[in-house]
């Protein structure tokens, strides 16, 4: 066994990566029973740019896949039935899902709406036996099915998933469950594609195949030294990887680096007023879902692409945080008047807000001048009054009580003028 391999003290760690199977698919079979066992996709429309969120195993059959186009999804399955989103639905059913992972332990990291980590190495029950409840549980009380690996660390256990999965294909959801024993990490990923790796995308997997690697033994078989030497700092992370070594912890709590929104058009748009019409909804979008986070950010983005498929994006830091709409706004529009040609058809457009803080709680200035005056108002009203009943002798006002008295009179005067002339 590797001794560096993920270890909480003396005790070897146990991880559950968690996955619901064809989860948005299986929230629409749990509803309408006539869709189990056949083709169907959850997207967006044919005659649009509708693309495939989800399949179910029974369309995949065909080749559909996700992130597939629909008109595609139809041509290669013409009998396919397409069913909208509900992300409304398919939220509260994660939800019930995330509840009863938590109940198992608290030691959860979602990482999306359908598949999260589970940290069981300090429960008395063996790792085995609380993952197949778990799987269990969901199955019976949520009528959803759920794929689960179970390894030392969440390299091994998420890698489990996916081979579980390849393995369990057929017209219905795998319901797969993967245990890699504590030890047998390398042997296990050895002769899986090195696609399959963390880190390994198509072009590191282009530049490994050059060197003799195919299998993620081939890698583990490298020296580290020569790894960092093609990859750099990168390469010491796929020799780690490689021999199924991960220390990544669990992240019960994430907060988000950006928040963004972004729209394909039905048809491409060339007309100025309408992506600007556009870029204004979207950053209202993205004011409201940093208001109601409590977040404020520093840099906008914008995220334009072309009817080529040809995709660019821009970036400007603000002076300040922000979480107002205007403020996004006007720096997006800023950053697409540089790189837009009017009349240059637009297919895609996105805004967002990253560098993401904490809004801070404290008043504003003027709201603090704005309290300040609404006092002395009071005061005013507490001294006409003791004059009215015994005498403009009976209280006058100090030096600084009549400066400061004076400053809140020129604020309002100030306010007045500023409220005439905004806008």
């Known amino acids: 066994m590797n001794n560096e391999n993920s270890t909480v ?8 990566h968690f996955d619901l199977d064809a989860f948005f698919c299986a929230v629409e079979e749990k509803y309408n029973h006539s869709l189990r066992g056949k083709p169907f996709a959850v997207g967006g429309s044919p005659e649009g740019r509708g693309v495939v969120a989800s399949c179910s195993y029974a369309a995949r059959r065909y080749g559909v896949r996700s992130a597939m186009p629909m008109a595609r999804a139809l041509r290669l399955c ?17 939800q019930e899902v995330m509840k009863r992972l938590r109940a198992v332990t608290d030691l959860v990291q979602q990482i999306s709406i359908d598949e999260a980590f589970l940290d069981v190495t300090n429960l008395a029950e063996s790792a085995e036996m609380i993952a197949h409840r778990l799987q269990k549980t969901i199955r019976e009380e949520l009528s959803l099915p759920c794929s689960i690996g179970l390894a030392s660390n969440k390299l091994v256990a998420k890698i489990a998933t996916d081979v579980g999965k390849l393995a369990s294909r057929g017209v219905g959801p795998p319901n797969a469950m993967t245990i890699v024993p504590p030890g047998t990490e390398a042997d296990f990923l050895a002769p899986l594609p090195v696609e399959m790796l963390w880190g390994v995308g198509p ?13 993620i033994g081939d890698l583990a078989q490298i020296p580290e030294i020569e790894l960092a030497n093609i990859f750099g700092k990168h390469g010491w992370d796929l020799a780690r990887r490689a021999k199924g070594i991960d220390n990544s ?16 058009f039905s048809k491409d748009v060339s ?31 914008i995220k334009l692409r072309w009817s080529d498929f040809t995709t660019l994006t821009r970036q400007m830091t603000l002076f300040n945080p922000t979480a107002d709409y ?14 837009w040609q009017p009349g240059k058809a637009v297919r895609l457009v996105g805004v ?48 600084h009580g009549k400066n400061v008295l004076e400053n809140n009179r020129k604020l309002s005067k100030n306010r007045g003028h500023l409220g ?4």
Do not use: C, M
Request: cysteine-free; overall charge positive; proline content about 2%.
């Open 78 to 94: 013409p009998n396919l039935i397409v069913l909208r989103s509900r992300h409304g639905e398919y939220s509260k059913e994660s």
């Open 249 to 264: 912890p669990i992240v019960t709590f994430r907060q988000a680096k950006s928040i963004s929104n972004e729209t394909t």
């Open 352 to 399: 967002g807000v990253s560098g993401l803080e904490d809004k801070p709680k404290q008043l504003s200035l003027w709201d603090v001048n704005r309290e300040s005056e609404e006092k002395f108002h009071r005061v005013q009203e507490a001294i006409k009054t003791v004059h009215e009943r015994f005498g403009k002798d009976a209280l006058t006002l100090g030096f």
């Open 271 to 301: 007309d100025r007023q309408t992506l600007y019409n556009r870029i204004d909804t979207l950053s209202e979008s993205v004011a409201k879902r940093l208001k109601k986070h409590g977040l404020q950010g520093k840099t906008v983005k």
């Open 9 to 16: 003290g003396e005790k070897l760690r146990r991880i559950i």
């Open 203 to 215: 072009k590191t997997a282009e530049r490994l195949e050059r060197i003799g690697v195919i299998t």
């Open 326 to 339: 205007e403020e996004i706004y006007h720096a997006a529009i800023k950053l697409v008047r540089k790189v």
């Open 420 to 423: 005439d002339n905004d806008g």
